[in-house]
Nanobody, 126 residues
Framework: QVQLVESGGGLVQPGGSLRLSCAASGFTMDNYVIGWFRQAPGKEREGVSGITTSDIKTYYARSVTGRFTISRDNAKNTVYLQMNSLKPEDTAVYYC???????????????????WGQGTQVTVSS
């Protein structure tokens, strides 16, 4: 059974940090582009970051560039999202997803992804 499980969310004060993890089971992650998305109440799901299978390419949404870092450990079948200097507007449910196709502009689009995790809540508030 293919499964993605996010963890590491929680409540943090503005300026704080969190590291999200996305662990895969039932398939080998290193054959997939992995993306992180988020969805705030009343808003559409948006792409946050993505990484190719070989770590050669990454992308970041403009709103998180310089604050978030994506990485992967294929040996552990896990992808991480290090989030620093968090802001209240980063509050959302964060999802990881796996895309079996090639890298391109479509990796920012939720509909391009084959598998999704259940999400983890990130709340940035004082």
């Amino acid at each position: 059974q293919v499964q993605l499980v996010e963890s590491g969310g929680g409540l943090v004060q503005p300026g704080g940090s969190l590291r999200l993890s996305c662990a895969a089971s039932g398939f080998t992650m290193d054959n997939y582009v992995i993306g992180w998305f988020r969805q705030a109440p009343g808003k559409e799901r948006e792409g946050v970051s993505g990484i190719t299978t070989s770590d050669i390419k990454t992308y970041y949404a403009r709103s998180v560039t310089g604050r978030f870092t994506i990485s992967r450990d294929n040996a552990k079948n896990t992808v991480y999202l290090q989030m620093n200097s968090l802001k209240p507007e980063d509050t959302a449910v964060y999802y990881c997803a796996a895309h079996s196709g090639t890298w391109g502009p479509w990796v920012t689009v939720p509909g391009s992804y084959d598998y999704w995790g259940q999400g983890t809540q990130v709340t940035v508030s004082s």
